[in-house]
């Protein structure tokens, strides 16, 4: 997996990265923090990872730091994975042999396929949400996928330049299958198990995030 980088998006996450980091630290890929330059607590909390990069991200928001994470990167293949420990890093070589084996630009990490998929971590607002915007993309969009939210993706670095993505919040998990689809790349899913989060609290807020994602959902099927 050298030629992997993952990107992983930060924000306050003092109490769960340093876990996180120790747990994939024997990973042979590269592994890119984005955090806000303000952001001194979970900055100090890593330190002592040394072969760990950091990337202070210009503009605010869950989007914009991985826009700004996967087009600073040089390998050829990225990951989005938490900072919070609930994706589970141990999916990463088969996501990757499933690439390069099935000749795909992207694979989305599921939890609601079966075998293997299912979360400790989700809830009945958060799957209710989910499960709508999936149902919107695969009718309105044609897309074949079935956690459209969970947003742990693995792809071709240079497929993601092309796609073009705007969101600096959390539409981009929504713009990024929906563009995928457009640009007529090829993608798959896996089934994939998320786990409790380490420690801290979530940052989406169930219904202000799921306002803004229905909206650029809608604004994305009338103007192309």
């Not at 992997?4 to 340093?18: D, G, V, W």
């Not at 900072?83 to 990463?92: C, E, F, K, Y």
């Not at 309105?140 to 497929?159: E, W």
């Not at 198990?193 to 099927?221: H, P, Q, S, T």
């Amino acid at each position: 997996m050298q030629d992997l980088t993952l990107i992983i998006p930060a924000k306050y996450e003092s109490e769960s990265l340093p876990i996180f980091l120790e747990e994939i630290k024997k990973l042979a890929c590269t592994k890119l923090v984005v955090l806000q330059a303000d952001d001194k607590i979970t900055i100090n909390s890593i330190e002592t990872f040394k072969d760990v990069e950091i990337l202070y991200q210009k503009d605010l928001g869950y989007g914009a730091a991985l826009i700004e994470g996967i087009r600073h990167i040089s390998t050829n293949y990225f990951c989005i994975i938490n900072a919070d420990g609930s994706m589970n890093p141990s999916d990463l070589e088969k996501m990757l042999s499933s690439i390069n084996e099935n000749k795909l630009d992207f694979i989305f990490a599921s939890r609601y396929e079966s075998p293997g998929g299912g979360s400790d971590d989700d809830t009945f607002v958060t799957s209710v949400g989910n499960f709508l915007f999936t149902k919107i993309g695969n009718i309105f969009f044609s897309l074949k996928i079935t956690d459209i939210l969970f947003n742990y993706v693995m792809g071709k670095t240079k497929s993601f330049d092309d796609l073009m993505l705007t969101s600096k919040d959390f539409a981009l998990c929504v713009e990024f299958p929906i563009q995928v689809k457009r640009k007529h790349y090829q993608y798959s899913t896996i089934p994939s198990y998320e786990r409790n989060r380490i420690g801290g609290k979530k940052k989406v807020n169930a219904f202000k995030d799921g306002l803004l994602i229905l909206i650029k959902m809608i604004k994305m099927f009338f103007i192309r």
